[in-house]
Structures are given as C-alpha cells and as structure tokens.
C-alpha cells in the first residue's frame, strides 16, 4: 500500500471510532523517520488504547502490520510505525504537552478535510 493511501485509511479508521482532532504532516521532505505523520486525540486512557487497537486491527484486516508499537501500556502516548506513516494516538494533556504540530511546524499540512465526517 503507497504511503498516501495508507495515510488516507487510517485517518478514516481514526474518524470512524471519534478520535478528535487528527492531523496530518507530511514529513518527508524534512525526515527519514517517514512520509506523513497523522496524529489524534482521544479522550480517555481507553480510547487512547482502542483507537490505537483499531488501527492496527484495520489494517492487519488488508494485510499491513506495523513494523513497530510504542508506549502502548502507557496510555497517554501510543505510536503505530507503519514505517511511511507514523501514527500518534495521544491523550489530551499528553498530545498539548508534547506539541508535535509545533515541532514538525515545517512540515506541510495535509487537507484531509475530504477524509473526515465534521
């Protein structure tokens, strides 16, 4: 699966279990970590978890694994490498303290505006 299109479903998976507030950030032309990262709220500690869940499940459904999944047991911080997308699922308190949008401010916003039910 090309990186936009991976990058298009999982914003849809995330949309369709109410995670709030997802972005995307095409990185590539900054880092070698990957291509876009999309990143989303949820609400509590077990929304964190089953949004995290779900895209994994998702996925795996169509044959795509992460290469690796981070923070898991922490609750508040979970991240899905799918090696072109990284996926950061964050807690509220958690996603305004680490502030990636401020961090990868360089990087291109994507218009997933399409993606999404509002």
């Not at 970590?33 to 499940?57: H, N, P, R």
Request: charged share 35%; net charge negative; glycine share 8%.
């Amino acid at each position: 699966m090309e990186a936009k299109e991976l990058m298009e479903n999982i914003v849809r998976v995330l949309d369709g279990k109410k995670a709030r507030d997802i972005r995307v950030i095409r990185v590539g032309d900054l880092t070698i970590l990957g291509e876009y990262f999309v990143i989303a709220t949820g609400s509590s500690s077990t929304q964190v978890k089953m949004l995290a869940d779900e895209v994994d499940y998702q996925l795996g459904e169509k044959g795509v694994k992460p290469h690796r999944i981070e923070g898991y047991h922490s609750e508040n911080w979970i991240i899905l490498d799918y090696t072109d997308v990284i996926v950061h699922v964050f807690h509220e308190d958690t996603r305004d303290f680490y502030d990636l949008e401020r961090l990868w401010a360089d990087g291109e916003k994507v218009d997933i505006s399409g993606l999404v039910k509002e």
